[in-house]
């Protein structure tokens, strides 16, 4: 139980009416969630307005509303709170409830386009084996140290995360990777939190259905950074030409990354092979497991990130050597008669171009490569035909199938994809609208030593139909066919 006027601190409050010294037992910006003595925040979402459900908050039991207008009907003994920002209240609201947990641990938000999954990840890895007690927020999963929770959401709502971090306080862990989406940012729901640091990866075209033009894409990113302490570090790709952007209004102490120009981190690709890399960072040599140029600036980050926050540079190098790659990022398998099979997560042009790019420096060309792509429905439709031109260039053949169609017709899809597809590369092109069918025609196109990439959902094991979740696990759909087809 918590005091209203308590968890209103730091709140922007424009007018109050009723008493905010009453007690509530929870929070929360769903009215179906609302019980007796809560306190309902009409958030206004970009689907539905929390302002519409006053009422029925109400009429479930809520003794206070937060609000940004006041609702034409005030329900007598009820506290209504009018604030400037609905969305930047909750976030208030939830770290004040759950006793600022963020404050209680070191917290490190990684945003970009591409890149902020591996490096939570790896960052997490990488404590966990110096034997610290860490905590993940990413788009694959939550980890309380070692209690998993499936994530939902790139970036959490504020209750969400206030709830985790709270409980990893509770289990004594002292780091925590979070990764920041530009959806989270914009709707404020990092806006309370504490963060000791913050990484820029890169920036790249994405999200341009939420987003009306790039540029606010990309300042809402940097508003990540403009509102980090003093006390705070900024690490950002300096290669990506955003990443100057992402420094000029930080209070922070700024840090570069890079594998081209001069940086405070730098690294050389000295081996590129399918069993790993040979980097030499900051003047010191060492070999990793991961592949791919994404892959050297991945690590840079996670290196210079390491030392910040304390660890030895040897120290980090020696653990660096022995990180496992990402459920879902690069992951491949290689059959019984060698063809080698990678799944990635690659679901936007640029990475979809890394990965491609990555898969060409290390092949001899001897061998086919094949890659199956789709596009998500109801979701940024300018990639499309860009995606589909990158996979039609850089492959030896291209199979477009469906993605995650949601609420679109796939051949739509498939249709807008391939207009991006150059005249000279019809004849590498197949159109497949059933995803495991793709991947099974894939699997017999290929010959021995050829190489399939199945890009745009990596780690996700359900394929979104219609509004409904369908078990799908590329992977395992195409380590089960390889073993059918090439016994």
């Given at each position: 139980?918590?005091?209203?006027?308590?968890i209103?601190?730091?709140?922007?409050?424009?007018?109050?009416?009723?008493?905010?010294?009453i007690?509530?037992?929870k929070?929360?910006f769903?009215?179906?969630?609302?019980e007796k003595?809560?306190?309902?925040?009409?958030?206004?979402?970009?689907?539905?307005?929390?302002?519409?459900?006053?009422?029925?908050?109400?009429?479930?039991?809520?003794?206070?509303?937060?609000?940004?207008?006041?609702?034409?009907?005030?329900?007598?003994?009820?506290?209504?709170?009018?604030?400037?920002?609905?969305n930047?209240?909750?976030?208030?609201?939830?770290a004040?409830?759950?006793?600022?947990?963020?404050?209680?641990?070191?917290?490190v938000?990684?945003?970009?386009?591409?890149?902020?999954?591996?490096?939570?990840s790896?960052?997490?890895?990488?404590?966990?084996?110096?034997?610290?007690?860490?905590?993940l927020?990413?788009?694959?999963k939550?980890?309380?140290d070692?209690?998993?929770?499936?994530?939902t959401?790139?970036?959490p709502d504020?209750?969400?995360?206030?709830?985790?971090?709270?409980?990893?306080?509770?289990n004594?862990?002292?780091?925590?990777?979070?990764?920041?989406?530009?959806?989270?940012?914009?709707?404020?729901?990092?806006?309370?939190?504490?963060f000791?640091?913050?990484?820029?990866?890169?920036?790249?075209?994405?999200?341009?259905?939420?987003?009306?033009t790039?540029a606010?894409y990309?300042?809402?990113?940097?508003?990540f950074?403009d509102?980090?302490p003093?006390?705070?570090f900024?690490?950002?790709?300096?290669d990506?030409k955003?990443?100057?952007?992402?420094?000029q209004?930080?209070?922070?102490?700024?840090?570069?990354?890079?594998?081209?120009t001069?940086?405070d981190y730098?690294?050389?690709?000295l081996?590129?092979q399918?069993?790993g890399?040979?980097?030499k960072?900051?003047?010191?040599?060492?070999?990793?497991?991961?592949?791919?140029?994404?892959?050297?600036?991945?690590?840079?980050?996670?290196?210079?990130?390491?030392?910040?926050?304390?660890m030895?540079?040897l120290?980090?190098?020696?653990?660096?050597?022995?990180l496992?790659?990402?459920?879902?990022?690069?992951?491949?398998?290689?059959?019984?008669?060698?063809?080698t099979?990678?799944v990635?997560?690659?679901?936007?042009?640029?990475a979809?171009e890394n990965?491609?790019?990555t898969i060409?420096?290390?092949r001899t060309?001897n061998?086919?490569?094949?890659?199956v792509?789709?596009?998500?429905g109801?979701r940024?439709k300018?990639?499309r035909?860009v995606?589909?031109g990158?996979?039609?260039?850089l492959?030896?053949?291209?199979?477009?199938?469906?993605?995650?169609?949601?609420n679109?017709?796939?051949?739509?899809?498939?249709?807008e994809?391939?207009?991006?597809?150059?005249?000279q590369?019809?004849?590498?092109?197949?159109?497949i609208?059933?995803?495991?069918?793709a991947?099974?025609?894939?699997?017999?196109?290929a010959?021995?030593n050829?190489?399939?990439?199945i890009?745009?959902?990596?780690?996700?094991?359900?394929?979104?139909?219609?509004?409904?979740?369908?078990?799908?696990d590329?992977?395992?759909?195409?380590?089960?066919?390889?073993?059918?087809l090439?016994k």
């Amino acid at each position: 139980m918590s005091i209203l006027k308590d968890i209103l601190y730091k709140v922007a409050i424009e007018a109050v009416k009723g008493s905010t010294d009453i007690a509530i037992d929870k929070m929360d910006f769903d009215s179906r969630k609302i019980e007796k003595n809560d306190v309902f925040i009409a958030v206004r979402g970009s689907i539905s307005d929390g302002h519409d459900y006053i009422e029925k908050a109400i009429q479930q039991g809520a003794v206070a509303i937060v609000c940004d207008t006041f609702p034409e009907t005030i329900t007598k003994g009820i506290t209504y709170v009018q604030v400037k920002d609905t969305n930047s209240a909750l976030a208030f609201m939830a770290a004040n409830y759950f006793g600022d947990p963020s404050e209680k641990l070191k917290l490190v938000g990684i945003t970009g386009t591409n890149g902020k999954t591996t490096i939570a990840s790896l960052l997490y890895q990488l404590f966990k084996k110096a034997g610290f007690k860490v905590g993940l927020l990413s788009t694959v999963k939550i980890l309380v140290d070692v209690q998993e929770y499936k994530a939902t959401h790139t970036t959490p709502d504020s209750i969400t995360i206030n709830h985790y971090l709270k409980e990893m306080v509770e289990n004594g862990v002292e780091y925590c990777f979070m990764e920041v989406s530009s959806h989270g940012i914009h709707q404020k729901r990092t806006e309370a939190l504490h963060f000791v640091g913050g990484i820029f990866t890169n920036l790249s075209h994405d999200h341009l259905d939420y987003h009306p033009t790039f540029a606010e894409y990309r300042d809402v990113k940097k508003s990540f950074f403009d509102n980090l302490p003093k006390s705070a570090f900024v690490l950002v790709n300096i290669d990506d030409k955003n990443g100057p952007v992402m420094l000029q209004n930080t209070a922070a102490k700024k840090l570069t990354y890079a594998l081209k120009t001069y940086a405070d981190y730098k690294a050389q690709i000295l081996e590129n092979q399918l069993s790993g890399l040979l980097l030499k960072i900051n003047g010191n040599e060492v070999w990793v497991k991961l592949i791919g140029t994404f892959n050297a600036y991945n690590l840079l980050a996670i290196y210079g990130t390491a030392v910040q926050l304390g660890m030895e540079s040897l120290e980090v190098l020696r653990l660096l050597s022995d990180l496992e790659s990402v459920s879902g990022r690069f992951q491949f398998i290689v059959s019984a008669s060698n063809i080698t099979a990678i799944v990635d997560y690659a679901h936007t042009p640029d990475a979809l171009e890394n990965v491609l790019k990555t898969i060409n420096d290390i092949r001899t060309k001897n061998e086919q490569l094949i890659t199956v792509v789709g596009c998500g429905g109801n979701r940024d439709k300018t990639k499309r035909p860009v995606m589909a031109g990158i996979a039609s260039d850089l492959s030896d053949k291209a199979i477009l199938t469906s993605d995650n169609p949601r609420n679109e017709a796939p051949e739509t899809i498939i249709s807008e994809m391939e207009q991006g597809v150059a005249p000279q590369n019809y004849k590498k092109l197949l159109t497949i609208t059933d995803r495991k069918q793709a991947i099974k025609t894939a699997c017999q196109l290929a010959q021995p030593n050829d190489i399939i990439l199945i890009a745009g959902k990596g780690h996700e094991t359900y394929q979104e139909i219609n509004g409904v979740r369908h078990d799908f696990d590329d992977m395992k759909i195409v380590k089960e066919i390889l073993e059918q087809l090439h016994k």
